[in-house]
């Protein structure tokens, strides 16, 4: 059985410790670039279900705004409190420039 994935923009869009984030399948996706890596997590900290869209990447990890959880965005880890859950990750590839990922949960 093959993967499915979906296109989400094109590599160049993305600035390095910089997030956005898009809307795909019906879910709000936060993506950040790492040098030529790419990672998508959700768009929402476990600690108190809010956005972290606006949040920073700082070493490695994104910052939520509003309380100042931290996520690593490799594995989705909770590395700062108040979250203590981690965040959902998907599987992201790199195709011709085009950033794609996969819906599957990992």
């Known amino acids: 059985m093959t993967e499915e994935y979906i296109r989400v923009c094109r590599l160049d869009d993305l600035q390095e ?47 939520c705004p509003r309380h100042g959880a931290r996520f690593d965005i490799k594995t989705g880890r909770a590395m700062q409190l108040p979250a203590i859950m981690d965040i959902k990750t998907y599987k992201t590839m790199v195709v011709n420039g085009d950033v794609m990922v996969s819906l599957k949960r990992y």
């Open 17 to 63: 410790a910089r997030t956005r984030v898009f809307e795909i399948g019906g879910k709000q996706l936060l993506v950040a670039r790492e040098k030529d890596q790419v990672y998508i997590i959700d768009n929402t900290c476990t600690h108190d279900n809010g956005i972290i869209g606006d949040g920073k990447v700082i070493q490695g990890e994104v910052q």
